[in-house]
Nanobody, 125 residues
Framework: VQLVESGGASVQPGGSLRLSCAAS????????MGWFRRAPGKEREFVAG????????EYGDFLADRFTVSTDGAKATLYLQMTRMEPEDTGVYYC???????????????????WGQGTQVTVSS
């Protein structure tokens, strides 16, 4: 299994960015997938997730509808569209997948079996 994130960049406050996570070795349509991030000096935190059996994504409490998570099963890719970005969104963003036996997303990073290497996002003026 390999998860490869891309799309990280430096943006100004209020800007937008789309992250991608290309998955190989697993079918993202059958795995609960998640995005996490680690801000400088902080613990890694849950950002968003998608379950293979639920139509409703799950988001971290801090997002206030600024981010949208989606998948493209044909491309085996998970996306994170980020809008109205704030300096507090700065950090390394990680894509993660649970084992296929778990149908629901989790906000706990320890529940995910597979991780990408992360992509850096910096929001600064």
């Amino acid at each position: 299994v390999q998860l490869v994130e891309s799309g990280g960049a430096s943006v100004q406050p209020g800007g937008s960015l789309r992250l991608s996570c290309a998955a190989s070795g697993l079918a993202i349509s059958r795995h609960a997938m998640g995005w996490f991030r680690r801000a400088p000096g902080k613990e890694r935190e849950f950002v968003a997730g998608l379950s293979p059996i639920s139509s409703y994504p799950e988001y971290g409490d801090f997002l206030a509808d600024r981010f949208t998570v989606s998948t493209d099963g044909a491309k085996a890719t998970l996306y994170l569209q980020m809008t109205r970005m704030e300096p507090e969104d700065t950090g390394v963003y990680y894509c993660a997948a649970r084992n296929s036996g778990y149908s629901f997303t989790s906000t706990n990073e320890h529940d995910y079996a597979y991780w990408g290497q992360g992509t850096q996002v910096t929001v600064s003026s």
